[in-house]
């Protein structure tokens, strides 16, 4: 309790001396000695947990609403992620807790670390710490992906850079492709829409519960036949209205129960495979659902 304690006082503490927010964070990060090797750490930013955000062609691709330079031109500095150097695991040089899902095609994923790593700035010395808390605005992030998205549809000169970049520049394979953009968009603005705060959370800060709450409730249910008793529709949704910080990492094994409020048990292997399972739907991991055999509905 007191080594827990301490951890959270000096995580405070650093926070509140540092002389930039880390989304301003510059120069090459002095990392904490946490007890692993950069192998291991890099494992933690880049080891695809099953998220599946977007093409990852179309990812590299989109340009941002309002410009033509791309989407993320400044590695998503702008929304407070950072940096990660391009390598045999990050061959795309994509941000801390972004990577590469080869399941079912190349996605753009998110890991656990851009949600759990931070930098601090201190008298010209930026420190990277593992485990800690980001300052991300994570909706902000979303709202501007989807923005990008509808923006491509409808711009003509935006469209034809995106579809040159995906699929080259033969434009009779550019129908096909965008009737594959206007059908994700559907599906990804709804998700986005779903999980719209009346006020916005700003950097730091999450409602986890309600985005996972509205993306199972409201959007995935709604054309599953089986659900139809549980009316699983739009009139579901939730406005995601509780945000609260992002927890730290350190010593998380220890604990008996997780997320804020205690309700997922981390006793054992199969309770902590279930809270990661409904964490990870959360940042768009692919559901596939079928009528249960059994029911007759």
Same mark, same amino acid.
């Given at each position: 309790?007191?080594?827990?304690?301490?951890?959270?006082?000096?995580?405070?503490?650093?926070?509140?001396?540092?002389?930039?927010?880390?989304?301003?964070?510059? @120069?090459?990060? =002095?990392?904490?000695?946490?007890?692993?090797?950069?192998?291991?750490?890099?494992?933690?930013?880049?080891?695809?947990?099953?998220?599946?955000?977007?093409?990852?062609?179309?990812?590299?691709?989109?340009?941002?609403?309002?410009?033509?330079?791309?989407?993320?031109?400044?590695?998503?500095?702008?929304?407070?992620?950072?940096?990660?150097?391009?390598?045999?695991?990050?061959? &795309?040089?994509?941000?801390?807790?972004?990577?590469?899902?080869?399941?079912? @095609?190349?996605?753009?994923?998110?890991?656990?670390?851009?949600?759990?790593? &931070?930098?601090?700035?201190?008298?010209?010395?930026?420190?990277?710490?593992? @485990? @800690?808390?980001?300052?991300?605005?994570?909706?902000?992030?979303?709202?501007?992906?989807?923005?990008?998205?509808?923006?491509?549809?409808?711009?003509?000169?935006?469209?034809?850079?995106?579809?040159?970049?995906?699929?080259?520049?033969?434009?009779?394979?550019?129908?096909?492709?965008? &009737?594959?953009?206007?059908?994700?968009?559907?599906?990804?603005?709804?998700?986005?829409?779903?999980?719209?705060?009346?006020?916005?959370?700003?950097?730091?800060?999450?409602?986890?519960?309600?985005?996972?709450?509205?993306?199972?409730?409201?959007?995935?249910?709604?054309?599953?036949?089986?659900?139809?008793?549980?009316?699983?529709?739009?009139?579901?949704?939730?406005?995601?209205?509780?945000?609260?910080?992002?927890?730290?990492?350190?010593?998380?094994?220890?604990?008996?129960?997780?997320?804020?409020?205690?309700?997922?048990?981390? =006793?054992?292997?199969?309770?902590?495979?279930?809270?990661?399972?409904?964490?990870?739907?959360?940042?768009?991991?692919?559901?596939?659902?079928?009528?249960?055999?059994?029911?007759?509905?």
């Amino acid at each position: 309790m007191r080594l827990r304690s301490f951890l959270r006082i000096l995580s405070i503490a650093l926070l509140a001396i540092c002389n930039l927010p880390a989304m301003y964070a510059q @120069g090459n990060p =002095t990392f904490l000695n946490q007890g692993w090797s950069e192998d291991q750490r890099q494992q933690f930013y880049t080891t695809s947990q099953g998220s599946q955000m977007m093409p990852l062609a179309w990812f590299l691709a989109l340009e941002r609403p309002d410009s033509e330079e791309p989407f993320i031109g400044d590695g998503l500095a702008r929304f407070g992620y950072l940096p990660n150097a391009k390598s045999a695991t990050n061959p &795309n040089g994509l941000p801390v807790g972004f990577t590469q899902d080869i399941n079912a @095609g190349s996605w753009a994923s998110m890991t656990c670390a851009a949600c759990h790593t &931070n930098r601090v700035e201190y008298h010209g010395t930026t420190m990277q710490i593992d @485990g @800690g808390p980001t300052d991300a605005d994570l909706h902000e992030f979303l709202a501007q992906l989807t923005q990008a998205l509808q923006k491509t549809l409808d711009d003509p000169a935006k469209f034809e850079r995106f579809a040159t970049k995906v699929v080259g520049p033969d434009q009779k394979t550019w129908p096909g492709l965008r &009737n594959e953009v206007v059908r994700f968009q559907a599906y990804f603005s709804t998700f986005v829409n779903a999980g719209t705060p009346k006020y916005a959370w700003g950097p730091a800060r999450a409602d986890a519960f309600g985005l996972i709450f509205n993306r199972l409730s409201a959007v995935d249910l709604s054309d599953f036949q089986v659900w139809q008793w549980f009316h699983a529709s739009e009139q579901n949704n939730r406005t995601p209205d509780a945000p609260v910080s992002y927890p730290y990492l350190w010593n998380v094994s220890r604990l008996d129960w997780v997320q804020w409020d205690g309700i997922a048990p981390n =006793t054992n292997s199969i309770l902590r495979l279930e809270r990661n399972v409904v964490e990870v739907l959360g940042v768009f991991a692919r559901i596939n659902l079928n009528k249960p055999a059994t029911l007759n509905f």
